[in-house]
């Protein structure tokens, strides 16, 4: 597929600036919901003790210390899957071992049943676009044929169908994207703490909410559906604003920036507002939170600039990235709370993915 691939010359900093998008998930009426709710007691009467032993015996992974690894059977019983696509499934016992609030039966459903498909992409869909998660049929469409980029879509949908379920399909899309990112990031890519090839602004609003309430209840939020974990932490501290109205305003700022439109200045001034007057109020005497903050906040201010993507790598380049882990527990040892700022180097920046 042809993209304009810039060469660089001159000493001059030439970006490929490619910021790609796995398509959101497909909207579910509810007819397709009961559907999936059908399917979702597969786990009942079954005896877990032999499946986890199952589960040991051809991954390798210690399984018997935790039941949601159950969910990894499934993969090893879905015959749509191929070795590799198996493979990727095994790889997420540390996710599922670091989030206590996943469904397993409804996770066994879909990781069971799951199918994935390499296909054209659909003709009028943008290039940016590597492929999606249809929830109603539980099946992945992967778009992009680029090696690097196949994998990390694989990773990505997978992810989506391991988490989705009737309870938690419709919270902001913004949340489901920044969070499965970050899981992308943290568990899975070289550099885990910069966004690089899609959704950089879900994934930096998505940070800044786990700074404002613990990463857990955002983790919780986005697995089990309950955006109330989320919003009755941020109205201890609200001050002028209302939780509800800035989850949505945030919601319809980064679903405008997806679908390309104009962001209305209104909407987009409140969310900023809202987050002024959350740590101003909460983190008045914590200089730390505050320098964290400023940081995301100036990430977030390019959002209204038409070339939103070349200004994120720009600001990335000077200002740096915060070497801060919110859900891997492997990568919080490494990097303990250490607020560090590191700096990119040319040669470190991989960039871009095509
Ligand atoms: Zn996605």
Same mark, same amino acid.
Request: proline share 3%; with cysteine; aromatic share 12%.
């Given at each position: 597929?042809?993209?304009?691939?810039?060469?660089?010359?001159?000493?001059?900093?030439?970006?490929?600036?490619?910021?790609?998008?796995?398509?959101?998930?497909?909207?579910?009426?509810?007819?397709?919901?009961?559907?999936?709710?059908?399917?979702?007691?597969?786990?009942?009467?079954?005896?877990?003790?032999?499946?986890?032993?199952?589960?040991?015996?051809?991954?390798?992974?210690?399984?018997?210390?935790?039941?949601?690894?159950?969910?990894?059977?499934?993969?090893?019983?879905?015959?749509?899957?191929?070795?590799?696509?198996?493979?990727?499934?095994?790889?997420?016992?540390?996710?599922?071992?670091?989030?206590?609030?996943?469904?397993?039966?409804?996770?066994?459903?879909?990781?069971?049943?799951?199918?994935?498909?390499?296909?054209?992409?659909?003709?009028?869909?943008?290039?940016?676009?590597?492929?999606?998660?249809?929830?109603?049929?539980?099946?992945?469409?992967?778009?992009?044929?680029?090696?690097?980029?196949?994998?990390?879509?694989?990773?990505?949908?997978?992810?989506?169908?391991?988490?989705?379920?009737?309870?938690?399909?419709?919270?902001?899309?913004?949340?489901?994207?920044?969070?499965?990112?970050?899981?992308?990031?943290?568990?899975?890519?070289?550099?885990?703490?910069?966004?690089?090839?899609?959704?950089?602004?879900?994934?930096?609003?998505?940070?800044?909410?786990?700074?404002?309430?613990?990463?857990?209840?955002?983790?919780?939020?986005?697995?089990?559906?309950?955006?109330?974990?989320?919003?009755?932490?941020?109205?201890?501290?609200?001050?002028?604003?209302?939780?509800?109205?800035? =989850? !949505?305003?945030? &919601?319809?700022?980064?679903?405008?920036?997806? +679908?390309?439109?104009?962001?209305?200045? %209104?909407? /987009? *001034? $409140?969310? =900023? !507002?809202?987050? &002024?007057?959350?740590?101003?109020?909460?983190? +008045?005497?914590?200089?730390?939170?505050? %320098?964290? /903050? *400023? $940081?995301?906040?100036?990430?977030?201010?390019?959002?209204?600039?038409?070339?939103?993507?070349?200004?994120?790598?720009?600001?990335?380049?000077? *200002?740096?990235?915060?070497?801060?882990?919110?859900?891997?527990?492997?990568?919080?040892?490494?990097?303990?709370?250490?607020?560090?700022?590191?700096?990119?180097?040319?040669?470190?920046?991989?960039?871009?993915?095509?």
């Amino acid at each position: 597929m042809g993209r304009n691939n810039r060469s660089s010359g001159g000493g001059a900093k030439y970006f490929i600036i490619m910021m790609m998008i796995y398509a959101a998930l497909t909207h579910c009426s509810n007819e397709d919901i009961n559907l999936n709710r059908d399917k979702s007691n597969e786990l009942a009467g079954s005896n877990i003790e032999s499946m986890l032993e199952e589960v040991e015996q051809i991954t390798g992974i210690e399984a018997s210390n935790n039941d949601n690894l159950v969910i990894i059977h499934a993969a090893i019983n879905n015959s749509n899957l191929s070795d590799e696509e198996k493979a990727i499934v095994y790889s997420f016992a540390d996710i599922i071992n670091d989030n206590p609030y996943i469904d397993s039966n409804s996770a066994y459903g879909s990781i069971g049943n799951v199918d994935i498909f390499y296909v054209p992409r659909p003709d009028g869909t943008s290039e940016t676009i590597l492929g999606d998660f249809n929830f109603n049929k539980d099946i992945i469409n992967i778009y992009t044929e680029s090696d690097s980029l196949k994998r990390e879509t694989q990773i990505h949908e997978l992810l989506h169908c391991l988490f989705t379920n009737y309870r938690n399909v419709n919270i902001p899309v913004f949340l489901a994207e920044g969070v499965t990112e970050i899981l992308v990031n943290e568990y899975f890519t070289p550099n885990p703490f910069v966004e690089e090839s899609s959704y950089p602004y879900e994934v930096a609003l998505t940070k800044l909410l786990c700074e404002m309430v613990e990463p857990d209840r955002v983790l919780e939020a986005y697995t089990t559906g309950n955006m109330n974990v989320i919003k009755d932490e941020l109205r201890k501290y609200e001050g002028t604003g209302d939780a509800t109205t800035f =989850i !949505n305003a945030s &919601d319809r700022v980064l679903e405008r920036l997806e +679908s390309g439109r104009e962001i209305d200045p %209104e909407t /987009y *001034n $409140y969310m =900023i !507002n809202y987050l &002024d007057t959350y740590f101003n109020n909460k983190y +008045s005497d914590d200089n730390e939170k505050m %320098e964290i /903050y *400023n $940081y995301y906040r100036g990430m977030l201010a390019q959002i209204p600039s038409e070339d939103r993507y070349t200004e994120y790598w720009n600001y990335i380049y000077e *200002n740096g990235y915060y070497e801060r882990a919110y859900f891997s527990s492997k990568l919080k040892l490494i990097y303990g709370n250490d607020s560090v700022r590191d700096n990119v180097s040319e040669e470190v920046n991989p960039v871009l993915k095509k």
